[in-house]
Structures are given as C-alpha cells and as structure tokens.
C-alpha cells in the first residue's frame, strides 16, 4: 500500500472530488481500507464518504484525533478501487477485500460483489 506519485505528485482522478473522513492510520499506511460508507455531507466540500483501516479498533476510532479529512483524489492514490465506487449513492456501505481473485468491495446491505 502506499501512494501512487506521478512526478512526486499526488495523480488528480476526479477534479473537485470533496473531502472523505478516513482514519489516520490508513493516511499514515499502518492499516489498509476495509470499511468505506457514505453518509449525508454535513459541509458543501464533504462528499460523504468514510473511511476505516483493518486494524482500526473502536477505541481508536472513538478518538475523533484519530480522523482527518483529505481530498477524495488523496484516498484513491492510497486505495485506487475506490475510484469505482465514487458515484454511489448516501446510505452505502461497503467492506473492501483483497485475496487471489483480485481487489473488490461486498455491499454489506446486500452481501454482492461490486
């Protein structure tokens, strides 16, 4: 894991993509994507989306220093697979995975591969 760099900087996927909440620990690479919602925006430059690390606990995540807020564009030079699911819709919810079949996310409403 870890940024893709293009000239030593970040690659722009989506222009004025908004902000996503994630945890300190997949910005800082101790922990990898595992959980990524979306919620209502609660600012104009807020898309919605959340993000969580596989180590996260809930200690850890009841620390609200343990959150920041970057571009989206950021998020996707971490973690390009969320480029895929961008667009949906408030109310997802979603649980990253990774094995020899490829990178993927499980709608946890509906248990489907998306």
Sequence with gaps: MGFFKKKNKQITFIENAGGVIITKSIYE????????????SVNPSDNG?????????????????????????TLANIEPAVLAVYDMPVGTDL???????????IDTNTGKRI
């Design 29 to 40: 690479g101790t922990s990898k994507l595992k959980w990524f919602f979306r919620e209502e």
């Design 49 to 73: 989306w959340r993000a969580i690390g596989d180590n996260d606990t809930q200690e850890y995540l009841d620390n609200p220093e343990n959150s920041i807020v970057v571009d989206f564009n």
């Design 95 to 105: 649980e990253f995975c990774f094995d020899n079949t490829g990178r993927y996310f």
